[in-house]
């Protein structure tokens, strides 16, 4: 995919150097867009094992209970700001921001789900932590999908596994009910054609129209406008490398093998159909199902939209 785009990656890559474990106060954002988060977190940086700085965000330190939330493609820690501030009264809440994501190092490699995967175990061991509930949004599913098959579960105790389908590629071959089943909302040609417009004349209008298609027309500007922003801290070539990885992963035979207690979130007004949502939880034994409806603001970015229902739903299922 990198010569497919003809582009320097190191030159547009470069990042600063890998830092040491490092706690900074507060975690920053628009001046448009309250942020929840400066009073009750701490930001720190952790190194993975091939150097690469990540950013994580982390409240309710002391709390016995952890819960850890991946982001989902180019989004960043920081977006979770709302469960970082709502259960970090009850919760120990970290929020990693992915290499290349949010304030990570921009590193010169590395975009693939394998890699984020080992980079989110870099970060358990790291900072110590078990008997974590995960929760992945999008793409951070398919991160926890991956570590679960690579490293398996002996630092987790649960997982929350927010909109995100098992296979976002269409077969050709593939049923009306297999597509509605599986959720692919890309095909072969669409996936290419996505990631080379990341990277083309066009870059930013494609990344909105993308973020346009995840959020309720009753999102404020200044919120989507704050959800733009960060989501273009990540170089557009790191981004496009990633999405196209991501849309070729499949995910269907690990959601059997999952044996610890699991929700599953959609949304009515997401662009992931709904019907995938429940797919994946039929596959998953005991797993509890909750999907948003439209008129709960059910999008993509349901836990942006609907902050409150979406961290009492969290809450219950801990516990």
């Not at 066009?202 to 919120?223: E, H, I, R």
């Not at 909750?290 to 349901?302: P, T, V």
Request: hydrophobic content about 45%; proline content about 4%; charged content about 15%.
């Amino acid at each position: 995919m990198n010569n497919t785009f003809g582009l320097n990656r190191r030159n547009l890559l470069l990042g600063a150097g890998a830092a040491a474990i490092t706690a900074l106060p507060g975690c920053g954002g628009g001046d448009d867009v309250p942020v929840a988060t400066a009073a009750t977190s701490t930001k720190m940086s952790v190194q993975t094992s091939d150097g690469t700085r990540l950013n994580v965000l982390e409240s309710g330190k002391g709390n016995a209970t952890t819960l850890v939330m991946i982001p989902g493609w180019a989004q960043t820690a920081e977006q979770f700001k709302y469960q970082i501030e709502g259960l970090g009264a009850r919760y120990h809440v970290v929020a990693i921001d992915m290499r290349g994501h949010g304030d990570s190092e921009k590193a010169a490699s590395g975009y693939r789900i394998q890699r984020l995967a080992k980079d989110v175990d870099d970060v358990l061991a790291a900072m110590n932590l078990s008997k974590v509930t995960m929760l992945g949004h999008s793409m951070g599913c398919s991160v926890l999908w991956c570590h679960f098959d690579l490293f398996g579960t002996s630092r987790i105790a649960r997982y929350v596994f927010c909109d995100q389908a098992s296979f976002l590629t269409t077969d050709p071959a593939w049923t009306a009910q297999e597509i509605a089943n599986y959720g692919s909302i890309f095909t072969p040609d669409s996936v290419t054609s996505t990631a080379n417009a990341l990277v083309g004349p066009d870059a930013v209008a494609t990344t909105v129209g993308f973020l346009k298609s995840m959020v309720t027309a009753a999102m404020p500007a200044a919120q989507f406008e704050w959800i733009v922003d960060l989501n273009l801290k990540m170089p557009r070539i790191a981004a496009a490398d990633l999405i196209y990885n991501h849309c070729h992963q499949d995910w269907r035979e690990q959601l059997p093998r999952i044996a610890l207690p699991t929700l599953f979130i959609g949304g009515k007004a997401s662009l992931v159909p709904p019907s995938c949502i429940a797919w994946n939880a039929s596959q998953v034994a005991g797993a509890q199902l909750q999907i948003f409806e439209a008129s709960e603001k059910g999008s993509h970015f349901m836990f942006i939209e609907n902050p409150d229902k979406f961290n009492a739903v969290v809450s219950g299922f801990i516990g």
